[in-house]
């Protein structure tokens, strides 16, 4: 399956159609609230931090796997 949702340069996956844009957008919007629920609940900055970082590892793995599997391959 050949989606070209996403286009990779280098080791970053670019949107290159709406749908791309909308799982981006999702991605950061989503990481914010998450940045933002953890500070409600952490009593330091490192507290903050340490637990915001596994999650952006988690949101940007899924963000990576997505436009993986919905690349522009070149062998056209």
Request: charged letters at 10%; proline letters at 3%.
């Amino acid at each position: 399956m050949n989606l070209p949702w996403f286009k990779r340069i280098g080791i970053f996956f670019i949107p290159t159609a709406i749908i791309g844009w909308l799982i981006l957008l999702g991605g950061l919007a989503y990481a914010v609230y998450v940045f933002i629920d953890i500070d409600s609940r952490s009593h330091s900055v490192s507290d903050t931090l340490i637990n915001f970082v596994f999650n952006l590892l988690i949101i940007g793995a899924v963000y990576s796997l997505i436009a993986y599997l919905t690349i522009r391959s070149a062998k056209t």
